[in-house]
């Protein structure tokens, strides 16, 4: 049985204008994950990656780098995170330089990450840098830019010709019904697509059967399952804070291992719903002892959860056969596939040889 794997990609790695002026010039995700340090005995802190180094991804060989490590152990394709700011984008160029060089070979899709950008790295909607302002009319200035410059990719990733399309957080759009209706009219009409392949994300418990906004799928966003299950604070955090005493430990503390057994026990709805695993998830690299740790994970575990997935993975069809995995290089939430000091290359590995299980599986 046939699988795509589809693997989260951040275009963060490279200094923007913007940044420069909110964060400090020359500033990426990098500058965080440089700087982190553990805030307890065992915290994983500096993850300091190996192979492909601090890349920079304006650089062709990085992204082509990035692309090859990641076929070469089973990954199928990538789904960039795409911003967009009322015919502003931001975090561009790596996305750009692919459309216009052709490459790196790898099939690919886009995810708006349609959140405020704030300075609380959160998508709350305090410190405000950059709004979304949602309209009709930027709704059609969006869905023609797509179709007309990134759609007609031949690498762009498409059920049964229609290129699919994922919406970070549907449920912040005034209208998410009316939003896919305008996309969809204008693929149709104006460019001559089949149609669009519209998804959305479970992200902050966004929970529902997508057809009722007029959606064709919802697809699990796997750290958000992992930041869910808090372990019980220490005696000694409890009386800490009740003498105001600076704690020694990161009281926001998840469990992995009871994320992975919730989501393989999971009862899988009747709506299209596409599985996600994530490696791992510790944002402290950018919020310090304000950010949440999850424990318990290990290339091990990972391998236990995606294993699981793809033995009970449901195949709706020929083309809709997605499996995601979040992430590829989020190393400031510390959930990368990519190689890292402490493991290497193990979760690398591990994701292609529970990949390869799939011949074993008949389709469900």
């Given at each position: ?21 909110w ?14 340090e553990?805030?307890f005995?065992?915290h994983?802190q500096?993850?300091?990656?190996t192979?492909?180094g601090?890349y ?12 090859n490590?990641?076929k070469k ?5 990538f ?5 967009w700011?009322n015919?502003?984008r931001l ?19 886009l995810c708006w990450a ?11 909607d305090?410190?405000?840098l950059i709004?979304q302002?949602?309209?009709s ?8 830019w ?12 498409k ?9 970070y ?7 998410a019904?009316?939003?896919a ?6 693929a ?10 519209l ?8 929970v ?38 600076k ?19 999971r009862?899988?709805p009747?709506?299209k719903?596409y599985?996600c695993?994530?490696p ?10 304000n ?5 318990k994970s ?6 236990r959860w ?20 979040n ?9 990368h ?11 690398l ?7 390869k299980?799939?011949a ?5």
């Amino acid at each position: 049985m046939k699988i795509r794997s589809i693997a989260f990609v951040l275009p963060q790695f490279h200094p923007i204008p913007e940044n420069d002026l909110w964060w400090g010039k020359g500033f990426t995700d990098w500058t965080n994950v440089i700087k982190a340090e553990p805030l307890f005995k065992g915290h994983y802190q500096p993850r300091i990656p190996t192979m492909l180094g601090y890349y920079d991804l304006r650089q062709e060989v990085a992204r082509e780098a990035q692309a090859n490590l990641a076929k070469k152990y089973g990954i199928y394709g990538f789904c960039y995170y795409h911003y967009w700011f009322n015919s502003k984008r931001l975090l561009n160029y790596p996305i750009d330089e692919m459309l216009r060089l052709k490459k790196p070979d790898i099939p690919f899709m886009l995810c708006w990450a349609n959140e405020n950008w704030t300075r609380r790295w959160d998508g709350k909607d305090q410190d405000i840098l950059i709004k979304q302002n949602y309209s009709s009319d930027d709704d059609k200035d969006h869905i023609r830019w797509l179709c007309k410059f990134v759609f007609t990719d031949k690498r762009y990733i498409k059920v049964n010709d229609c290129p699919v399309f994922i919406v970070y957080r549907d449920e912040l759009l005034p209208n998410a019904k009316e939003t896919a209706n305008i996309w969809r009219e204008i693929a149709v009409k104006e460019f001559g697509f089949k149609g669009l392949y519209l998804c959305t994300t479970e992200s902050f418990r966004n929970v529902k059967d997508p057809s009722l906004i007029n959606f064709d799928a919802s697809i699990e966003f796997a750290p958000h399952q992992l930041i869910r299950h808090k372990l019980k604070e220490s005696f000694f955090n409890k009386i800490c804070c009740k003498l105001k005493i600076k704690k020694r430990e990161v009281l926001n503390k998840r469990d992995y291992r009871k994320a992975v057994d919730l989501s393989l026990k999971r009862k899988i709805p009747s709506y299209k719903l596409y599985r996600c695993v994530s490696p791992s998830f510790d944002n402290t690299a950018r919020k310090n002892t304000n950010g949440v740790i999850v424990v318990k994970s290990s290339p091990r575990q990972y391998y236990r959860w995606l294993k699981g997935i793809v033995y009970s993975f449901r195949k709706y069809s020929e083309d809709e056969n997605f499996l995601f995995i979040n992430a590829m290089n989020e190393w400031a939430e510390g959930n990368h596939l990519e190689p890292c000091k402490k493991y290497g290359l193990s979760y690398l590995r591990l994701t292609n040889k529970a990949l390869k299980k799939t011949a074993e599986v008949g389709s469900k």
